[in-house]
């Protein structure tokens, strides 16, 4: 089955701790992104890669910081999380135009 | 300007009832069109994509590309409770995606 895990589903934090919101897909699928979602500016790309070690930018990648290592691993890292970071965020992966998996989410608080 | 415009709503309509959902742009580089379904508390999942202009039929949806007037629209007919989520949509060039904000819809039985 076609999965796309991400961890931790929720999380508060304070401003200033550095955090990791993991994702990892089992579809050996090459393109992998990560989206914000906010109400009144719907989903927003902050980094995306198209393969190991291959990462750029997105429209929205201010504070962020991701990796990939591994093909099937792609994490999420706020070195120093602010309140305006608090959102929801989707990873996704893609394996052509009619192939795409979101994640289930993670609901990050920072306080 | 936003790359991409669409109406929140909410949209409520009864079972049965042909849904139109629409979403313009102002880019004329975008290929890629697609649509997505989000049920409350999920991820969102690909409906449809489109390459380009014309019509795309699956089951109860169609989805149409008018790119000399930079709107693209999902149709639903015959619609059913379980229709009842919010509707992304979203374009796509080269490697990067951007998304509408959503349109909720309720399906009233």
């Known amino acids: 089955e076609a999965q796309v895990t991400q961890n931790p589903r929720y999380l508060i934090t304070v401003t200033g701790k550095k955090l990791t919101v993991t994702c990892s897909q089992n579809?050996?699928?090459?393109?992998m992104s990560w989206y914000r979602q906010d109400p009144g500016l719907g989903l927003r790309q902050i980094y995306y890669?198209?393969?190991?070690?291959?990462?750029d930018k997105g429209d929205v990648p201010e504070g962020y910081k991701v990796s990939r290592k591994e093909k099937r691993n792609f994490p999420l890292i706020l070195e120093s999380p602010s309140p305006n970071q608090t959102s929801l965020y989707f990873c996704?992966?893609?394996?052509?135009?009619?192939?795409?998996?979101f994640g289930p989410g993670t609901r990050l608080t920072v306080l | 300007q936003k790359e991409v415009e669409q109406d929140p709503g909410p949209l409520s309509v009864p079972e049965g009832a042909i849904v139109s959902l629409n979403c313009t742009y102002s880019?004329?580089?975008?290929?890629?069109f697609m649509w997505y379904r989000q049920y409350s508390r999920k991820g969102p999942e690909l409906l449809m994509y489109?390459?380009?202009?014309g019509n795309k039929e699956d089951g109860r949806f169609t989805a149409q590309v008018d790119k000399s007037s930079k709107y693209i629209s999902l149709f639903i007919r015959d619609s059913q409770p379980s229709d009842s989520a919010t509707y992304l949509c979203?374009?796509?060039?080269?490697?990067?995606?951007?998304f509408g904000t959503g349109t909720s819809l309720t399906v009233i039985p």
């Open positions: 996704a992966t893609t394996g052509g135009r009619d192939t795409q998996y």
């Open positions: 579809m050996n699928h090459e393109y």
């Open positions: 890669s198209m393969n190991v070690e291959v990462t």
């Open positions: 880019n004329s580089a975008f290929q890629y």
């Open positions: 489109t390459y380009s202009s």
């Open positions: 979203a374009m796509n060039t080269g490697n990067q995606f951007y």
